[in-house]
């Protein structure tokens, strides 16, 4: 599993912080989400789409590799 | 399709007489039908209504609705061809891309997950006062004055920088505005009073800043007037709604013993209550959007120019995506609410609202084991279903001193 953000997107809701606080944070200036793990560890997966699916402004965008099932 | 769908020809006025936690009976009748009925406006104008949560969601998402002030009717009162004027500029609640972004985006770093945690000590201060208050004067007292209205008010208040001493009037003003029970004059009196009281506010923080919101965002290129136009989303948004929440979800617990003796058992429990209370009560209970082009919606198709209104209490009560949704389960384990709305409009301020609810629900109900209504419940004053957030008038509590 691999995350990318389109900050452009991104309205700074906070929502994928709160649903996965490990593998997002907001720029302390503009708010806007940093993906602090872009290959997350499998244990955080449910959370992680919990988050894309969560996010007001479908901001975050999950790709797969052909390796892993994410 | 094309299935001749529901018509829904009134906005319903009131709540079932013993459930006023219920959305209004005829907007669930609406929803049993299917997500999306016809409703007809005042002056006999089409349009539509959307009670399922699928669609409601899909509608917050789609750039193909506006939510431009100027294209929106009245859900009840008919204007006749009376023009409304676009949003005044800061107000970007009503407005649309890019003009929404250009407000939103100075602020968004100004309400992150980490600032508002770190604001959780203050809250804590501000919740024990209010209850030591509350202690000290002894029962019985109006759970809204003594506690749901003051929290948020001196929260939105310190964050954006307006003087403790103009709180009182501040809040009264914002107060007639938001109760939906006052005359149209006194309207336009509270309204204009509060943009004078406002415009003086951005002068002063402009000439003399200091630590707050408003404060720093003399600094970007916003103009006085669009700084005006933010502080009143703002504060008026902090306000309201939150402490509505607080009264109204303390009534709620009370009507439901098991739920708050969970509550105060289980610390642990306070981040998933505050979101069961947002999806179960939904305060903002319904917005509107235009549509812009013509949009295939639920089997029909909604005309360039039709004007929806979107339920949310009925979306987060919808049994199609919440289990047994019109039980109150503070451990409910669905998330998704639409209480803070979805789309580049959802509620910029909801990880403040949250951190304020999370601290003052527990320490409420812990402070006060015996806490219960003072009144029996069907003579708690409710909101009427004008007003855009709904709520209590006054929570007569008392408890066991």
């Known amino acids: ?70 | 399709m094309g299935e001749s769908p529901h018509a829904v020809t009134t906005m319903p006025t009131a709540r079932r007489p013993g459930c006023p936690f219920d959305p209004p009976a005829e907007l669930v009748e609406a929803r049993r039908h299917g997500p999306i009925s016809r409703y007809t406006f005042p002056g006999n104008r089409p349009g539509w209504l959307i009670t399922g949560y699928d669609l409601v969601r899909s509608v917050l998402a789609d750039s193909r609705f506006s939510s431009r002030k100027e294209l929106m009717l009245h859900p009840t009162i008919d204007y006749g061809d009376i023009q409304i004027p676009p949003a005044p500029p800061g107000e970007f609640l009503l407005m649309d891309e890019p003009q929404h972004s250009r407000y939103r985006k100075p602020l968004m770093g100004k309400f992150t997950v980490r600032r508002m945690r770190l604001l959780t000590d203050r809250v804590e201060q501000i919740t024990a006062e209010h209850l030591d208050a509350m202690a000290k004067a002894g029962p019985p007292t109006d759970l809204v004055t003594a506690f749901a209205r003051p929290i948020p008010a001196i929260m939105i208040c310190e964050l954006l920088g307006v003087p403790y001493e103009d709180r009182g009037s501040f809040q009264e003003q914002v107060d007639s505005f938001m109760n939906g029970e006052t005359s149209d004059e006194d309207l336009i009196a509270a309204y204009t009073a509060t943009q004078d009281y406002l415009a003086g506010l951005v002068a002063s923080k402009r000439a003399n800043p200091t630590d707050d919101v408003l404060s720093d965002l003399t600094d970007s290129e916003l103009t006085d007037e669009e700084l005006k136009g933010i502080a009143l989303i703002l504060l008026a948004a902090g306000l309201d709604t939150t402490a509505n929440m607080l009264a109204l979800g303390t009534f709620a617990l009370l009507r439901n013993p098991e739920q708050l003796a969970a509550l105060r058992a289980d610390p642990a429990l306070a981040d998933r209550a505050v979101e069961e209370l947002l999806r179960y009560l939904s305060v903002a209970k319904t917005f509107m959007r235009t549509a812009l082009e013509d949009v295939e919606l639920g089997g029909q198709t909604i005309r360039a120019g039709s004007r929806v209104i979107l339920s949310y209490h009925t979306a987060n009560r919808d049994p199609e995506r919440f289990t047994e949704p019109d039980v109150l389960d503070l451990s409910r384990q669905e998330g998704g609410h639409l209480a803070f709305g979805h789309g580049i409009h959802q509620c910029l301020g909801q990880q403040l609202a949250r951190v304020e609810m999370r601290v003052a629900f527990p320490a409420l109900v812990n402070r006060f084991p015996t806490l219960r209504l003072a009144v029996p419940p069907e003579e708690v004053a409710l909101r009427p279903e004008t007003a855009d957030i709904y709520g209590v008038k006054s929570l007569p509590v008392t408890w066991d001193a």
Request: one cysteine or more; hydrophobic letters at 35%; glycine letters at 10%.
């Open chain 1, 1 to 70: 599993m691999r995350i990318t953000v389109d900050t452009e997107r991104c309205i700074g809701s906070g929502m994928c912080v709160l649903t996965a606080g490990e593998v997002f944070d907001q720029g302390q200036d503009d708010g806007k989400t940093v993906v602090l793990q872009p290959e997350p560890p499998p244990e955080t997966w449910g959370s992680v789409r919990e988050a894309v699916d969560l996010c007001p402004a479908a901001a975050i965008v999950l790709s797969t590799d052909r390796r892993s099932p994410g």
